[in-house]
């Protein structure tokens, strides 16, 4: 029947359903201290509920943008998947306990595997010429190996910032589009 199996990413992607939640704890955990800088803790994540400075640190809480899908932008900087993974993991286990996330902690929201599910799930297809193919996932998942291979075999090489960034960006579209 098969057993699940995963790819390890070479850089971290973010989860694409989760992209607004992601923004949501940017912009309402402090980067200093990482509590929560908010007003009312019934209804965290409210743009009405955000505060101007953390009130644990005083530190200013800076706006983050997201440019859809996936993108996020904080004082007109780029956050990279790996920045936001770090900060969120700086965040205490009392706090992320507030933070609504099914079973798991922020950083979770950040991936850095992907699971390969079973042949079983996604078996081959025939089309109508008769002929045997593969189904859709399991393109998908290929894609998703070739992008992460060439990604690793640059950082390896230590090829210029933006090789590795362009292919970063398309391992993220890989991955949002599985």
Request: glycine residues 4%; aromatic residues 6%.
């Amino acid at each position: 029947d098969g057993h699940f199996g995963q790819i390890t990413l070479s850089r971290p992607v973010v989860h694409v359903l989760y992209a607004k939640k992601v923004r949501d704890l940017l912009r309402f955990a402090c980067k200093e201290c990482h509590s929560l800088a908010i007003k009312d803790e019934d209804k965290p994540f409210r743009k009405s509920n955000m505060m101007n400075e953390c009130p644990e640190c005083g530190h200013e809480i800076e706006d983050v943008k997201l440019d859809k899908p996936y993108t996020f932008y904080e004082e007109g900087e780029k956050l990279t998947p790996e920045e936001i993974r770090e900060r969120f993991k700086e965040i205490p286990d009392d706090v992320a306990e507030k933070i609504d996330i099914e079973g798991g902690r922020p950083e979770d929201l950040i991936l850095t595997n992907i699971p390969v599910p079973p042949v079983t799930i996604r078996p081959s297809i025939t089309l109508e010429t008769g002929e045997r193919s593969e189904d859709d996932i399991t393109h998908k998942l290929v894609d998703v190996i070739r992008i992460n291979k060439r990604l690793q075999n640059n950082i390896e090489i230590e090829a210029p910032d933006f090789i590795i960034d362009d292919l970063w960006e398309l391992l993220q579209y890989h991955v949002a589009t599985l």
